[in-house]
């Protein structure tokens, strides 16, 4: 075999046989390579079947063929002889492991890693090889119905911290609600499809709004996202979906999800939470226009909107808060009582012309009667009330805004107010509430990506650490809209913590003991997250932070990394001679797959000129699949053994978040 195809020189690197452009040209019926292959009778006869003067090739016969008798160097090869396939089967091939919606390992760690390395591709039109920023980090392992058991097990956390007006705290205690839930603001470090099974026995139907912000998948170059930004749709989908399903669970009945998307996979998610949430529960989509001036160097048209899609856990019990969006609007509201901000309106009818004159309108001609200081307001004759009627400053009779009828409701419903103007008139006002009919598009200025993400970040943080940040008010406007007193939202694309702002942003406007939950993996979106939230709390000066901030805290941990941790390792590994270095590590402490022969993968794989001449990510891939995907953290059921080292305090305080 080797020997027909040596006959076709596109096919070989060295004395490497590339079986990517080997199946490429086979996929795409390359006339010249199936003449060689025809001009071999022992391969004729075995991977063609003649049927009158045509053939048919038995493509995949003669695929597994080159698999399994290790012609080049591959993943595949190597699989085999460490013991990560089946029955002769691979992995991906045994049907007793395969899911509608496998947990890959891309869902727990290709797909948060960040683009810095490249790909090679075979080019499908002159079968060149090409190169290209990292698609994805594809291990493309799927883990068994059993293992995904083990996956969702609570898991040890760790170097817990509280952060305080005062700065950084010891945490002695975790404070809990008269119902015994978790009252603390958090921000958790983690994978978080298991931080989100982590956190399901507690809040469980306990979370308000979630907002998320997930990688947009826009294919994008590697200075625009810090996520792996370039999955193929159906990874993305897969990736979201596990994550969709958890979270759905969390929210109450009357619950909310608001997800940002723009439109690279707004049609795929859409049909998505469809499917998830069920298409009655759609509340709407929202297009918010994020960057006005559009980006620069588009082909077609120029983006400048996203979109947000909100989904009702059940749409029978959801509401929309009645408040005002537009802050200039929400100026005009300078009066406050115990139920919040309000202005008058002169309950005296100016407008309408004609029709609101007496002579039109009789029924909304009538005397109310106010006390001399104002306090009592009624429509029955009293001696010693002043007598008001519908007259403006000219003499002209008009009518009030509404009938006797309404006027008694609304003066029972405390929404009548009666003061002198500045001719000593006594004046009947009707309270007026922030409130407007929310429309699909968001187009104020406030919502600018730029002005009120990136800068006022850079603003808070010191420098811009981060790409693309949400507006604040976007976010804060979607915690207006649907959360209240005592409510939970969570984040779980955290990123870097604008949501956990936007909460305490309007919980310093409005004093309603709201609750945020953050979950984030990358380490330094971590970080700025951790600095932005804690500067919050601790300096008030910072442009656009309200007084309120300074009664405000949060506390901070990470679920405990296991072979997470080694993942890690082997993704900072720049050469072959520091993955190898890492090897006899990842034997002696870190949990390998049950299949894997660490015999053989040292004897027969590690030293061998196919190996090191492999790609440094090809290398990772296979370093990686040595692990067991299921151990990424330590289980809590576990956190007690010594080989973990976890502090006791740590320990202790993981005992409490789970009470």
Partial sequence: ??????????????????????????????????????????????????????????????????????????????????????????????????????????????????????????????????????????????????????????????????????????????????????????????????????????????????????????????????????????????????????????????????????????????????????????????????????????????????????????????????????DEKNKEYDRSDFLGNYKLQNFLRTGGGDVSLRKNKPEGWYPIYVSKDGKSIQLDYKKEFIKVLPITKSGQERTWTASSKTFQKYLSGGEIIAEKDSDNNMQIYRIARPKEIIKTHWVLPKYHAIHHGTNLLAKIVGKNKFSYPKSLYAVSDVVKLFTEENDIVLDFFSGSATTGHAVMFEESVKKLNRQFILIEQVDNQVEVGKERLSKLIKDKSIEKVPSGFNDIDFIYFELAEYNQEAKNKIDRCKSFKELKKLFLELTNYYFLHYNVSIKKFNEEVLDTDDFKKLDLNEQKIIFNALLDNNQLYISYDEQDDPRFNLLEEDKKLTVKFYE
């Fill in 1 to 326: 075999m080797m020997d027909v195809l040596k006959k076709d020189k596109r096919l070989w690197d060295g004395n490497t046989l590339n079986k990517t452009l080997l199946f490429e040209l086979l996929e795409n019926y390359d006339k010249e390579l199936f003449e060689i292959l025809l001009s071999d009778s022992d391969i004729e006869k075995k991977y063609f079947v003649k049927v009158g003067n045509s053939y048919l090739f038995k493509y995949e016969d003669f695929r597994f063929f080159i698999e399994q008798n290790k012609l080049g160097a591959s993943f595949t090869k190597y699989k085999n002889i460490i013991g990560l396939s089946n029955k002769g089967k691979y992995l991906s091939e045994n049907t007793d492991y395969v899911l509608e919606w496998p947990y890959k390992d891309t869902v727990l760690q290709g797909g948060m890693s960040s683009e810095e390395d490249e790909d090679t591709y075979i080019d499908k039109k002159d079968f060149s090889r090409k190169t290209t920023l990292r698609q994805e980090i594809f291990f493309n392992n799927i883990i068994s119905v059993e293992e995904i058991d083990k996956l969702r097990d609570k898991k040890a956390l760790k170097n817990f911290k509280r952060f305080t007006s005062k700065g950084e705290e010891q945490i002695i205690d975790i404070k809990r609600d008269s119902k015994g839930i978790i009252s603390e603001n958090m921000l958790i470090k983690g994978n978080n499809l298991l931080a989100l099974h982590c956190l399901e026995e507690q809040f469980s139907e306990k979370v308000k709004l979630i907002y998320i912000d997930p990688p947009y998948n826009t294919g994008g170059d590697a200075d625009i996202f810090t996520y792996n930004n370039k999955y193929p749709h159906s990874t993305w989908l897969t990736f979201m979906k596990n994550r969709l399903d958890i979270a759905i669970k969390l929210l109450r009945e009357d619950g909310v999800l608001a997800l940002t998307i723009d439109h690279f996979e707004l049609f795929y998610v859409g049909v998505l939470l469809d499917e998830i949430f069920g298409r009655e529960n759609r509340i709407g989509i929202v297009s918010i226009v994020h960057k006005p001036e559009g980006r620069q160097f588009s082909k077609y048209f120029s983006p400048s909107n996203e979109y947000m899609l909100v989904y009702a856990k059940n749409i029978e019990h959801a509401k929309m808060n009645e408040v005002l969006l537009d």
